[in-house]
């Protein structure tokens, strides 16, 4: 065994999940679906990071709603979905490891003991169990999608409080992108923001910036179209609402997608 598997093991006992699952990895659709935030669980060896289970059920812990829409689009679009199944409180795999905030001490005020003094080695074990196997997973559909000469429009899939720092916010939705290819990101700003019951914010209520890692990491080396789209929470919550938007985007996805048609292949 040798230093990287250790450090899995230490981290991640038999009784706890895998750091990702791949809902129908066969999909024939051009869509990539991923989900950096979509689990909420701890390995039972960091105890719950000392946070109750209320706090992290919060959108500290999980982007709420966004692992039943990534599964449901998934069988709409017939498109597989990459989910990671840790907290983002253990590790954000939307951030650079290297980074503070990606094992956040506090998070929305409220403070998470187990992420106080972490050593390099602790960091390098969350690293290892759960950030790199999961990017690993996403690079691999990938490759083997461009080596099978096929389509691939990345689609990032996150949720957003609807108050953040006592300032709310009124977007139903919002589009984030930066660079590389934005084609299919500001195609399906304009499509989401026909829909008349919609108030969508064009990066809002986050904007695209160096804090971003996945779609950086695996859309621009390659020029892949990408999108990565914020929810607000209190429209997940429940089944119906989850359903409701997952017919929404796919059927706005595919009326996107010839915006992506000279993706490279």
């Not at 065994?1 to 129908?24: H, K, S, V, W």
């Not at 914010?201 to 621009?220: C, F, K």
């Amino acid at each position: 065994m040798d230093q990287e598997d250790m450090r899995r093991t230490a981290l991640i006992g038999p009784d706890d999940p895998p750091p990702f699952t791949i809902i129908n990895p066969e999909g024939q659709a051009s869509f990539l679906l991923i989900g950096d935030h979509a689990g909420d669980a701890v390995p039972a060896s960091l105890d719950g990071l000392g946070v109750s289970a209320a706090e992290r059920a919060r959108h500290i812990g999980r982007d709420i709603g966004t692992a039943r829409l990534g599964m449901l689009l998934a069988a709409a679009l017939d498109a597989p979905f990459v989910a990671q199944t840790y907290s983002r409180l253990v590790i954000d795999c939307n951030r650079d490891p290297a980074s503070t905030d990606a094992m956040p001490a506090v998070s929305d005020g409220t403070v998470i003991p187990a992420n106080a003094a972490l050593s390099p080695a602790d960091r390098a074990a969350r690293t290892c169990a759960i950030h790199a196997p999961y990017h690993a997973a996403i690079a691999a559909l990938i490759a083997h999608r461009l080596a099978s000469e096929r389509r691939i429009v990345l689609i990032s899939l996150h949720s957003f409080t609807p108050v953040m720092g006592g300032i709310g916010r009124p977007w139903h939705a919002g589009v984030l992108h930066d660079g590389g290819d934005t084609r299919f990101a500001r195609a399906m700003l304009a499509a989401l923001r026909t829909e008349p019951d919609l108030l969508v914010g064009d990066n809002e209520p986050y904007r695209m910036d160096a804090t971003d890692h996945s779609v950086p990491r695996h859309a621009y080396p390659t020029g892949l179209p990408y999108l990565e789209l914020e929810i607000r929470q209190d429209l997940l919550v429940s089944g119906a609402g989850v359903a409701g938007w997952a017919a929404r985007l796919a059927r706005l996805f595919r009326a996107a997608l010839p915006f992506a048609a000279t993706s490279p292949i």
